[in-house]
C-alpha cells in the first residue's frame, strides 16, 4: 500500500482479555518498529525487526507483550491478559533500512483497556 | 541514558510569525538528531534530520542546526502559516551499538491562527 496501514483504528477492550494489533508496513520496507505513545508524550520504543527477525525487544515492558513478524512482512503486537495501565496510542513504523533512515509511521491503534 | 527534552507547549502565534521550539539532549557519543510532525489524526512524519555535529536540517521553511557544544537542536521557521499547526517532536538516535531505535521528546503542540 501507499502507507503504513494499522489495524484496528480503536480497540475497546476489558481488562483481562487478550488484543492483537496489526501492522501493514510499506511494501518492501525491511525494517518495522512498533512504539507506544501515552497522551501528552512523545512515542516510546517498544520492539524493533529486521525483515522476520526481532533484533530488539528491549523495550517490551513485561511478558505480557509480544510481537513477531513471520513473513518479514505484516507484523502483530500481541497483549495478554490486558491491564488499564496498557491504555495507549500503538504506532508503528516502517523504513527502508540503512543508517540515518527516513521512519514512516502508521496512524495508530488507540487502545482502551476498561 | 538518552533523553530529549523539549519545550513545553502549547504554542500559539499568528500567522507569519517567527518560530522557535526548543530541543536538547542527553546522549554518549554523536547521535542523529531529527524533528518529527504530527498533524492531526495522521501518523509522525520526519520533517528534517541532522547526522553530524554544525549540520543544519532544512525541509519547507523549517530549520534545525546540530549544536554539539550546547547539545541543542532548536527548530525555527521564519513565517508560520495556519497550516504549520501540528505537534513537533524532537528524537535522536545513538550512534552506539546496535540500537536503532529513536528517542522522542513530549512534543510540542503549535497553533497557528490566521
Known amino acids: 500500500g501507499a502507507g503504513v496501514s494499522q489495524s484496528p483504528r480503536y480497540k475497546v477492550t476489558k481488562r483481562g482479555q487478550d488484543v492483537a494489533l496489526r501492522c501493514d508496513p510499506i511494501?518492501?520496507?525491511?525494517?518495522l518498529y512498533w512504539y507506544r505513545q501515552a497522551l501528552g508524550q512523545g512515542p516510546e520504543f517498544l520492539t524493533y525487526?529486521?525483515?522476520?527477525?526481532?533484533?530488539?525487544k528491549s523495550g517490551l515492558p513485561n511478558d505480557r507483550f509480544s510481537a513477531e513478524r513471520p513473513e518479514g512482512s505484516i507484523s502483530t503486537l500481541t497483549i495478554q491478559r490486558t491491564e488499564q495501565r496498557d491504555s495507549a496510542m500503538y504506532r508503528c513504523?516502517?523504513?527502508?533500512?540503512?543508517?540515518?533512515?527516513?521512519?514512516?509511521f502508521g496512524s495508530g491503534t488507540q487502545l482502551s483497556v476498561l | 541514558g538518552n533523553s530529549v527534552t523539549q519545550m513545553e507547549g502549547p504554542v500559539t502565534l499568528s500567522e507569519e510569525a517567527f518560530l522557535t521550539i526548543n530541543c536538547t539532549y542527553t546522549?554518549?557519543?554523536?547521535?542523529?538528531l531529527f524533528w518529527y510532525v504530527q498533524y492531526p489524526g495522521e501518523g509522525l512524519q520526519l520533517l528534517l534530520k541532522?547526522?553530524?555535529?554544525?549540520d543544519k536540517g532544512s525541509n519547507k521553511g523549517f530549520e534545525a542546526t546540530y549544536r554539539k557544544e550546547t547539545t541543542s537542536f532548536h527548530l525555527e521557521k521564519g513565517s508560520v502559516q495556519v497550516s504549520d499547526s501540528a505537534v513537533y517532536f524532537c528524537?535522536?538516535?545513538?550512534?552506539?551499538?546496535?540500537?536503532?531505535?529513536?528517542?522522542f521528546g513530549s512534543g510540542t503542540q503549535l497553533t497557528v491562527l490566521p
Open positions: 513504523a516502517s523504513s527502508s533500512g540503512g543508517s540515518g533512515e527516513k521512519l514512516f
Open positions: 511494501s518492501g520496507h525491511v525494517s
Open positions: 525487526f529486521n525483515y522476520e527477525a526481532q533484533q530488539d
Open positions: 546522549a554518549t557519543g554523536y547521535p542523529s
Open positions: 541532522a547526522t553530524k555535529a554544525d
Open positions: 528524537a535522536l538516535r545513538s550512534s552506539s551499538g546496535s540500537a536503532r531505535q529513536l528517542t
